[in-house]
C-alpha cells in the first residue's frame, strides 16, 4: 500500500472556463441554510422587479393572478397573406373536457363544440402545411425581422389564487404588459452589441440560415430584463455566492429563451417545457414557450425548481453521496459512509498540501498544465468524441452570458483551437491523436509509475477514433489493465432512440509502461462483433489491449482497425 505524504488532494483542468467554474461551485462546500437565505433574497428582489411584467387577470373571476407562461405562434408569409404556425390547436388533454385555441377566432375553448364570435385577422395554421391554399405560394420564415418578432403572443396560462390554472386568449391588457416590457428594455444595456455576435460553426449555422445573428434576439423582451436584473442583483453578492447564483441563472436560460417549445398538452405532463437543447442542437419550435422564471410555484424550467433540483438535491448528495449498486440483478441505493463530495478551494499547487480536503480546478490545457512529476494516483477524464463538436459550439448560448455574470471568474477569451476538436471548423483525425497525445504525455509525467492509473471512457463506430487513440496512448508509454463495458445511455433517450447509435460505454483502465507488461496478456483480434452494442464495445475494448502491448507499426495499427471496424458492416460481413 502506498504511504501518503499529505491528505489526499483533488485537481481538476479544463481548457473550457463553463466545466471549471461548474466544478468549482459544486466542489466548495458551504452551509445548505446559507445558500437557501442568499437564494430567497435574491428570488425576492427578481420577483419585486419583474412581478409586475408577468401579472394578468383570471378568466373566471378578473382577479389579478400570476402568469406562469405565456404561447407565442410562428409568424410566416406566402404570397398573399400572414399567418400563424402552431405546432398544434390542443393546448390541454382532460379527461373530460380537452382545452383547444380555434384557429379562426384564436379563442381558448374547453370542450368539443366552439362557436366564434370574431374572427382574427391572422388564421392559425398547423406545422407541416407547406402552401398557401389561396395563391399556392410556399410559405416562407421571415427573415428580414428580428426573431423575437417573428412570434405572436396567443395563449396565457396563469395561476389563480381562487380557480387555479388556467388557459386564456392573450387580451388587450395582456399587449399592454408586453408593451411596458418592450419600452423598459430601451433603457438597458448588456455591453458592446458585437459580443453577442453569433459565430458561424456546426451548429449555430443553423441560427445564421434563419438570418439570426445576435444570442440576444433568442430572448423576449421580458426574458431581457430578467437577465438585466439578474446581472445587478449578483453585482452586490460577495465572489463566492456570485458562482454558484450566476451558474443558475446560466442553467435558467435553457427554460427561459424563445427557443422553448411545449409539451404540456400531453396530460402526463401538464406545463412541461421542451427546453433548448433537449436534441443537443438547436431547434426551432411554432409554438414557442416564454416561461416565467420568479413563478411562485414549483413549475418546469423555474428558478425555484431549478434552485430544489439543482443546488439543495446536489448538496445534499454531496454530504451523504448515494450509488447504485447491482444485487440479484436488482438496483440498490446504497450511501456511502463517511464520504463527502466537497471541500476548500485552492488558488495554487502550494496551498493545495496545506490543511484538509482542498481541491485545485485550473483552466488550461491539459497537455501543457505545470504539476510535479509522479503526484497522482489517478487520472480520470472524458476525452472527447473525436468528431462530435457540437457541445463546444453550442455553449456559447451560455458562455455569452456567464462572461457577463462572471467576468472575472475565467478566461472568456481563451483558444477553442486548442481543443482536441476544433470548435467552429470540421474535425480532423489527426488532430485528434495529435492533443490526446500530449495529454497523455503529461498524464504519464504526473502519475506514479508504480500505482498510478489512467481512466476514461470511450465509444465509436469509426475505425479511424480507435486508430489516433490507440497511437496517441502507444506514444504516451500506456498499456491497457483491463476493460469494463456499461450502459452509456438509455436506450429510449431521444438522441439515440431509433438511431444506429451506441448504448454502451467501455471503461478503459491503463497504467505508465515500466517495461513491465507481461506479453500475451490481450489476445490478438480476429474480429469485432457488431452484433450488438455491448459486443461492439468489448471487443474494441479487447483489440486496444493488444495492440498496446504489440509491437506493430502505425501504419499496420491504423489498417489494423480498418479491417476490424471499416472492413465489416454492421452484420459483422465482410463490405466491399
Same mark, same amino acid.
Given at each position: 500500500?502506498?504511504?501518503?505524504?499529505?491528505?489526499?488532494?483533488? /485537481?481538476?483542468?479544463?481548457?473550457?472556463?463553463?466545466?471549471?467554474?461548474?466544478?468549482?461551485?459544486?466542489?466548495?462546500?458551504?452551509?445548505?441554510?446559507?445558500?437557501?437565505?442568499?437564494?430567497?433574497?435574491?428570488?425576492?428582489?427578481?420577483?419585486?422587479?419583474?412581478?409586475?411584467?408577468?401579472?394578468?387577470?383570471?378568466?373566471?373571476?378578473? #382577479?389579478? !393572478?400570476?402568469?406562469?407562461?405565456?404561447?407565442?405562434?410562428?409568424?410566416?408569409?406566402?404570397?398573399?397573406?400572414?399567418?400563424?404556425?402552431?405546432?398544434?390547436?390542443?393546448?390541454?388533454?382532460?379527461?373530460?373536457?380537452?382545452?383547444? /385555441?380555434?384557429?379562426?377566432?384564436?379563442?381558448?375553448?374547453?370542450?368539443?363544440?366552439?362557436?366564434?364570435?370574431?374572427?382574427?385577422?391572422?388564421?392559425?395554421?398547423?406545422?407541416?402545411?407547406?402552401?398557401?391554399?389561396?395563391?399556392?405560394?410556399?410559405?416562407?420564415?421571415?427573415?428580414?425581422?428580428?426573431?423575437?418578432?417573428?412570434?405572436?403572443?396567443?395563449?396565457?396560462?396563469?395561476?389563480?389564487?381562487?380557480?387555479?390554472?388556467?388557459?386564456?386568449?392573450?387580451?388587450?391588457?395582456?399587449?399592454?404588459?408586453?408593451?411596458?416590457?418592450?419600452?423598459?428594455?430601451?433603457?438597458?444595456?448588456?455591453?458592446?452589441?458585437?459580443?453577442?455576435?453569433?459565430?458561424?460553426?456546426?451548429? !449555430?449555422?443553423?441560427?445564421?440560415?434563419?438570418?439570426?445573428?445576435?444570442?440576444?434576439?433568442?430572448?423576449?423582451?421580458?426574458?431581457?430584463?430578467?437577465?438585466?436584473?439578474?446581472?445587478?442583483?449578483?453585482?452586490?453578492?460577495?465572489?463566492?455566492?456570485?458562482?454558484?447564483?450566476?451558474?443558475?441563472?446560466?442553467?435558467?436560460?435553457?427554460?427561459?429563451?424563445?427557443?422553448?417549445?411545449?409539451?404540456?398538452?400531453?396530460?402526463?405532463?401538464? @406545463?412541461?417545457?421542451?427546453?433548448?437543447?433537449?436534441?443537443?442542437?438547436?431547434?426551432?419550435?411554432?409554438?414557442?414557450?416564454?416561461?416565467?422564471?420568479?413563478?411562485?410555484?414549483?413549475?418546469?424550467?423555474?428558478?425555484?425548481?431549478?434552485?430544489?433540483?439543482?443546488?439543495?438535491?446536489?448538496?445534499?448528495?454531496?454530504?451523504?453521496?448515494?450509488?447504485?449498486?447491482?444485487?440479484?440483478?436488482?438496483?440498490?441505493?446504497?450511501?456511502?459512509? @463517511?464520504?463527502?463530495?466537497?471541500?476548500?478551494?485552492?488558488?495554487?499547487?502550494?496551498?493545495?498540501?496545506?490543511?484538509?480536503?482542498?481541491?485545485?480546478? +485550473?483552466?488550461?490545457?491539459?497537455?501543457?498544465?505545470?504539476?510535479?512529476?509522479?503526484?497522482?494516483?489517478?487520472?480520470?477524464?472524458?476525452?472527447?468524441?473525436?468528431?462530435?463538436?457540437?457541445?463546444?459550439?453550442?455553449?456559447?448560448?451560455?458562455?455569452?452570458?456567464?462572461?457577463? +455574470?462572471?467576468?472575472?471568474?475565467?478566461?472568456?477569451?481563451?483558444?477553442?483551437?486548442?481543443?482536441?476538436?476544433?470548435?467552429?471548423?470540421?474535425?480532423?483525425?489527426?488532430?485528434?491523436?495529435?492533443? #490526446?497525445?500530449?495529454?497523455?504525455?503529461?498524464?504519464?509525467?504526473?502519475?506514479?509509475?508504480?500505482?498510478?492509473?489512467?481512466?476514461?471512457?470511450?465509444?465509436?463506430?469509426?475505425?479511424?477514433?480507435?486508430?489516433?487513440?490507440?497511437?496517441?496512448?502507444?506514444?504516451?508509454?500506456?498499456? +491497457?489493465?483491463?476493460?469494463?463495458?456499461?450502459?452509456?445511455?438509455?436506450? /429510449?433517450?431521444?438522441? /439515440?432512440? @431509433?438511431?444506429?447509435?451506441?448504448?454502451?460505454?467501455?471503461?478503459?483502465?491503463?497504467?505508465?509502461?515500466?517495461?513491465?507488461?507481461?506479453?500475451?496478456?490481450?489476445?490478438?483480434?480476429?474480429?469485432?462483433?457488431?452484433?450488438?452494442?455491448?459486443?461492439?464495445?468489448?471487443?474494441?475494448?479487447?483489440?486496444?489491449?493488444?495492440?498496446?502491448?504489440?509491437?506493430?507499426?502505425?501504419?499496420?495499427?491504423?489498417?489494423?482497425?480498418?479491417?476490424?471496424?471499416?472492413?465489416?458492416?454492421?452484420?459483422?460481413?465482410?463490405?466491399?
Amino acid at each position: 500500500m502506498r504511504p501518503f505524504e499529505w491528505e489526499q488532494v483533488f /485537481i481538476g483542468i479544463d481548457i473550457d472556463p463553463i466545466p471549471v467554474l461548474q466544478a468549482k461551485a459544486s466542489l466548495t462546500q458551504s452551509s445548505i441554510k446559507h445558500k437557501k437565505d442568499i437564494f430567497s433574497w435574491f428570488f425576492k428582489a427578481l420577483k419585486d422587479k419583474l412581478t409586475p411584467l408577468y401579472k394578468t387577470l383570471c378568466p373566471i373571476c378578473n #382577479l389579478e !393572478s400570476e402568469i406562469q407562461f405565456t404561447l407565442y405562434g410562428l409568424r410566416k408569409r406566402c404570397s398573399c397573406r400572414e399567418v400563424i404556425f402552431v405546432d398544434s390547436l390542443l393546448l390541454r388533454q382532460d379527461n373530460h373536457n380537452d382545452v383547444n /385555441i380555434c384557429s379562426t377566432c384564436h379563442e381558448v375553448y374547453t370542450g368539443k363544440t366552439h362557436s366564434c364570435q370574431k374572427q382574427a385577422n391572422t388564421p392559425l395554421i398547423l406545422k407541416g402545411t407547406r402552401c398557401c391554399e389561396k395563391c399556392g405560394s410556399v410559405f416562407d420564415d421571415i427573415l428580414d425581422e428580428p426573431f423575437s418578432k417573428r412570434y405572436i403572443p396567443l395563449v396565457i396560462v396563469g395561476s389563480c389564487i381562487e380557480h387555479g390554472a388556467f388557459f386564456k386568449s392573450v387580451d388587450n391588457d395582456d399587449l399592454v404588459v408586453i408593451t411596458q416590457a418592450l419600452s423598459q428594455t430601451k433603457h438597458i444595456s448588456f455591453g458592446n452589441s458585437q459580443d453577442f455576435r453569433i459565430p458561424r460553426g456546426p451548429k !449555430s449555422k443553423d441560427l445564421l440560415r434563419r438570418g439570426i445573428n445576435s444570442f440576444q434576439e433568442l430572448f423576449t423582451h421580458r426574458q431581457l430584463l430578467y437577465l438585466s436584473a439578474s446581472l445587478y442583483c449578483l453585482s452586490t453578492l460577495h465572489a463566492e455566492d456570485q458562482l454558484w447564483l450566476a451558474l443558475l441563472v446560466s442553467t435558467s436560460l435553457e427554460f427561459n429563451c424563445l427557443l422553448c417549445g411545449y409539451k404540456g398538452s400531453d396530460i402526463r405532463r401538464s @406545463g412541461a417545457i421542451r427546453h433548448v437543447f433537449s436534441h443537443h442542437a438547436y431547434s426551432f419550435p411554432y409554438t414557442a414557450l416564454e416561461n416565467n422564471p420568479v413563478f411562485s410555484g414549483n413549475t418546469s424550467g423555474t428558478l425555484n425548481r431549478l434552485f430544489n433540483d439543482r443546488i439543495q438535491k446536489a448538496w445534499e448528495w454531496a454530504i451523504e453521496p448515494v450509488e447504485t449498486m447491482i444485487t440479484n440483478s436488482s438496483r440498490v441505493k446504497i450511501k456511502i459512509i @463517511g464520504e463527502i463530495d466537497a471541500g476548500e478551494p485552492a488558488n495554487d499547487w502550494k496551498s493545495l498540501r496545506q490543511g484538509e480536503r482542498k481541491f485545485l480546478v +485550473l483552466q488550461g490545457d491539459a497537455g501543457g498544465v505545470d504539476l510535479p512529476d509522479g503526484i497522482a494516483d489517478y487520472v480520470v477524464t472524458d476525452p472527447p468524441y473525436f468528431d462530435s463538436v457540437q457541445y463546444s459550439d453550442l455553449s456559447n448560448f451560455f458562455r455569452v452570458w456567464l462572461c457577463r +455574470l462572471l467576468p472575472h471568474e475565467a478566461d472568456w477569451h481563451y483558444n477553442p483551437l486548442g481543443s482536441a476538436v476544433s470548435e467552429g471548423g470540421s474535425s480532423d483525425g489527426r488532430k485528434y491523436g495529435e492533443v #490526446l497525445g500530449k495529454i497523455w504525455e503529461n498524464c504519464f509525467r504526473v502519475l506514479n509509475k508504480e500505482y498510478g492509473r489512467l481512466i476514461f471512457t470511450f465509444h465509436h463506430w469509426k475505425p479511424e477514433a480507435w486508430a489516433e487513440l490507440t497511437l496517441s496512448l502507444k506514444k504516451a508509454k500506456f498499456t +491497457l489493465v483491463n476493460r469494463y463495458v456499461v450502459f452509456s445511455e438509455n436506450p /429510449i433517450s431521444v438522441h /439515440i432512440m @431509433g438511431l444506429k447509435s451506441l448504448k454502451h460505454d467501455t471503461v478503459l483502465i491503463l497504467q505508465p509502461n515500466i517495461g513491465e507488461e507481461k506479453p500475451g496478456k490481450w489476445l490478438k483480434p480476429s474480429l469485432i462483433d457488431f452484433t450488438d452494442s455491448y459486443s461492439f464495445c468489448h471487443d474494441c475494448g479487447t483489440a486496444l489491449g493488444w495492440f498496446l502491448g504489440s509491437d506493430v507499426s502505425e501504419e499496420d495499427i491504423r489498417k489494423g482497425w480498418k479491417y476490424l471496424i471499416g472492413g465489416k458492416d454492421n452484420n459483422g460481413k465482410a463490405s466491399g
